[in-house]
């Protein structure tokens, strides 16, 4: 179990596309955000939900981070979990990939990278909402905060993005289809109610 990584559930998203909260979506007698608590308790020592709406997953027993600019999308929910984080490093993981394995987590938190990020690569595309991201990251986001937060304009969703981002820092790449565990179902992400049936199946399966 990691003592030295706090793992963060990223649970903030508004689920626009699924038309229902989806961290609260029922496979068997579980909700989707306890698969995915299930998967990294055994992993992690301390596990943070990043969310908005800490009253609605109260049943958990587990801590939260708001986001200090809420509305941002996933790059401000990371910001406020590195400034929540006591650990030097985090490890992130989006609740709508419940088909994520033990064994892509532990991947990840072994990998020796002096990047600030370490994120997998799935056919040519990155996955930024799994990964491991590190403290020395918060000065420039703080900066990069400070300096777009307030933008209105058009272009504010790209300069807030993940995307835009990492063309301002170093990230490791794992590329994840070359790794003996690999299988592209695991990166698969429940965006919309169609997702859900798909998903719910393989579940069942493991």
């Known amino acids: ?3 030295d990584i706090t793992c963060f559930i990223l649970c903030g998203g508004k689920s626009s596309r699924f038309n ?10 579980k909700t989707l955000i306890e ?18 709406e800490s009253e609605n997953f109260e049943f958990l027993n587990l801590k939260s981070s708001a986001d200090i600019y809420p509305e941002k999308g996933p790059l401000s929910g990371i910001h406020s979990a590195l400034n929540f984080s006591l650990t030097e490093k985090i490890f992130c993981i989006p609740v709508d990939a419940p088909l994520v394995t033990r064994e892509m987590i532990l991947y990840l938190a072994d990998f020796k990278s002096d990047k600030p990020v370490v994120i997998y690569k799935n056919k ?5 909402l799994l990964g491991i991201y590190k403290k020395k990251l918060l000065k420039t986001l703080d900066d990069h905060f400070k300096i777009h937060h307030h933008d ?7 300069y807030l993005s993940l995307q835009h981002f990492f063309t301002l820092i170093d990230v ?7 790794l003996p ?5 695991n990166f698969l992400n429940m ?16």
């Open 35 to 52: 698969v995915v608590v299930d998967l990294v308790k055994p992993i992690f020592q301390n596990v943070v939900l990043s969310t908005n």
């Open 152 to 158: 209105e304009t058009k272009t504010k969703n790209w």
């Open 124 to 128: 040519g595309r990155d996955f930024p």
């Open 181 to 185: 565990f690999y299988n592209e179902d």
């Open 191 to 206: 965006n919309y109610p169609q997702d859900y049936e798909i998903i719910k199946q393989k579940l069942a399966l493991r």
């Open 172 to 178: 490791e790449y794992i590329n994840a289809e070359v």
């Open 20 to 29: 229902q909260n989806k961290s609260l979506v029922k496979f068997g007698d």
């Open 1 to 3: 179990m990691y003592k």
